[in-house]
């Protein structure tokens, strides 16, 4: 019998790569948690994604109620820093707070994210935000580093091969904004 490991979503690139990796190791269940996506309509947008991956692999999938206010409550005073920094680990602690009470609510033992595919997000920082929720919740934090081996490119591949949209910035307001101004210059 395979371990059972609630798996945190982020968009559907990144659970693609990240479930078919895992699908073989874990019974997996998927949970969106996003209240950073902005604005609503990519909220959207990247929920149907996920949910059409989900289907493809044949996993199990929930997601938690969209509560932007959540997130500006996270990152309140933080809103200065850069991307990869202090606002990110706020953002990464909320989402997998939420991800470490839903799997002790199933009464799973064990709970990741998929973030650490992007070459954007710091390992380190999912590692802790992930133990420290685990710990708050009682169950376990499974670290995964799936940037290595050429992660992103190959969820990159995957995902065109699956027709999954991929998003050009983090998901938050504040990198909408960054990546609206990256694409200006």
């Known amino acids: 019998m395979k371990p ?10 990144d ?10 190791s874990y019974e997996l269940h998927c949970f969106f948690c996003n209240p950073n996506i902005f604005p609503k309509k990519e909220y959207e ?16 999938f929930t997601c938690d109620d969209y ?11 933080l809103t200065h820093t850069q991307e990869g920094g202090t606002r ?4 990464f602690l909320l989402r997998l707070c939420r991800t470490a009470e839903v799997c002790a609510g199933l ?11 992007s ?11 992930g133990n420290l929720s685990a710990v708050k919740y009682g169950v376990s934090y499974v670290p995964f580093n799936l940037k290595k081996k050429d992660g992103f490119r190959k969820s990159i591949e995957l995902s065109h091969k699956l027709g999954l949209y991929r998003q050009n910035y983090c998901g938050c307001e504040l990198s909408y904004w960054e990546c609206k101004c990256r694409d200006r210059w």
Do not use: Q
């Open 45 to 60: 947008l990247r929920l149907n994604e996920a949910k059409k991956c989900a289907t493809i692999y044949g996993v199990p």
């Open 4 to 13: 059972k490991l609630v798996l945190h979503i982020c968009c559907a690139p």
């Open 119 to 129: 070459p954007h997000k710091n390992v380190l920082a999912l590692d802790e935000t």
């Open 67 to 77: 509560i932007p206010e959540l997130w500006t409550k996270a990152v309140s005073g």
């Open 15 to 24: 659970e693609a790569y990240a479930v078919d990796l895992l699908k073989d």
């Open 107 to 117: 009464g799973w033992p064990a709970f990741g994210t998929v973030m650490s595919v």
């Open 88 to 91: 990110c680990r706020a953002c």
